[in-house]
C-alpha cells in the first residue's frame, strides 16, 4: 500500500508570501492530522481531521494557517502571509482508527526568508 | 498537564553495543496510550510501537525491547547489539484515551548514532 505523501518536501517563501502543503494520506484512513517541528523544538500538533470534519485544531497556532480536507481525501495546509517564525518540518500522518499508531509523511521542510 | 521527557539529547555508541533510550511521562488520565517513533536521515516517522496504559508487559521484537512501568511514569526503549542502520532520531510520545482526539505529545527526541 502506498503511504503517507506529502509535497513539496521543500519550500523556500519569501515573508508575506502565502504557501500551501499537500498531504496524501494512505487510502482509507479516515483520520488525518498535522503536525510541525519548528528547529530545535519538539514536534508539535496541529490539528485533526475525521474524514473531512476538524476533530480538534487547538495546536494551530494562529488564524494564518488553514486547514482544509476535501471530500474526507486529501489535506491541504495554507500559510497566509508567511512569517519567519512559520519555518520548520510540517509533518502529515493518517490512521484508521484513533490510538492505534499513525502513518506519518516525510514532512515538508518550509523555510520563510 | 501532559509532558514526555527525553533526558537523553545524543548518545553515541559502537556496533554491537547495547543501548537503552529513557522516556519519562506525565499525565493525569488513568488511561492513556504511549509510543516510540523513529526518524531516519530521510526525515519520515516510523511507528515503532503503541503500548496502553493498563498492559506493563515488556515487549520484545528481535533487538528491540520495550519496559513500561507505571511505577516510575518511563516507557524506555533498549536496542540490543546496535546496528549502523539504527542510527536516527527516536522520539517517545503519549496519548490521553479520554479526549476526543488521539493527538501526541512528543518529546524532544534522542538522536543515537551508532557507528562501526
Known amino acids: 500500500e502506498a503511504g503517507v505523501t506529502q509535497f513539496p518536501s521543500h519550500s523556500v517563501i519569501e515573508k508575506g508570501q502565502t504557501v500551501t502543503l499537500r498531504c496524501d494520506p494512505i487510502?482509507?484512513?479516515?483520520?488525518l492530522y498535522w503536525y510541525r517541528r519548528v528547529m530545535g523544538k519538539e514536534i508539535k500538533f496541529l490539528l485533526h481531521?475525521?474524514?473531512?470534519?476538524?476533530?480538534?485544531e487547538s495546536g494551530m497556532p494562529n488564524n494564518r494557517f488553514l486547514a482544509e480536507r476535501t471530500g474526507g481525501t486529501y489535506s491541504t495546509l495554507k500559510v497566509q502571509p508567511a512569517e519567519l517564525e512559520d519555518s520548520g518540518v510540517y509533518f502529515c500522518?493518517?490512521?484508521?482508527?484513533?490510538?492505534?499508531?499513525?502513518?506519518f509523511g516525510s514532512g515538508t521542510r518550509l523555510t520563510v526568508v | 498537564a501532559q509532558k514526555v521527557t527525553q533526558a537523553q539529547t545524543e548518545i553515541s555508541v559502537v556496533e554491537k553495543e547495547d543501548v537503552t533510550l529513557d522516556c519519562v511521562y506525565e499525565?493525569?488520565?488513568?488511561?492513556?496510550?504511549l509510543f516510540w517513533y523513529k526518524q531516519p536521515p530521510s526525515g519520515e516517522l516510523v511507528f515503532l510501537i503503541r503500548?496502553?496504559?493498563?498492559?506493563?508487559q515488556n515487549e520484545i521484537s528481535g533487538r528491540y525491547s520495550w519496559n513500561f512501568q507505571k511505577s516510575t511514569s518511563s516507557f524506555n526503549f533498549t536496542i540490543t547489539a546496535s546496528q549502523v542502520v539504527d542510527s536516527a532520531v527516536y522520539f517517545c510520545?503519549?496519548?490521553?484515551?479520554?479526549?476526543?482526539?488521539?493527538?501526541?505529545?512528543f518529546g524532544t527526541g534522542t538522536r543515537l548514532q551508532v557507528f562501526p
Open positions: 500522518a493518517s490512521s484508521p482508527w484513533r490510538n492505534y499508531g499513525y502513518t
Open positions: 487510502s482509507g484512513h479516515d483520520n
Open positions: 481531521f475525521v474524514k473531512e470534519s476538524k476533530q480538534d
Open positions: 499525565t493525569r488520565d488513568t488511561t492513556y496510550y
Open positions: 503500548r496502553n496504559s493498563f498492559d506493563e
Open positions: 510520545a503519549l496519548s490521553e484515551a479520554a479526549r476526543n482526539t488521539d493527538k501526541l505529545i
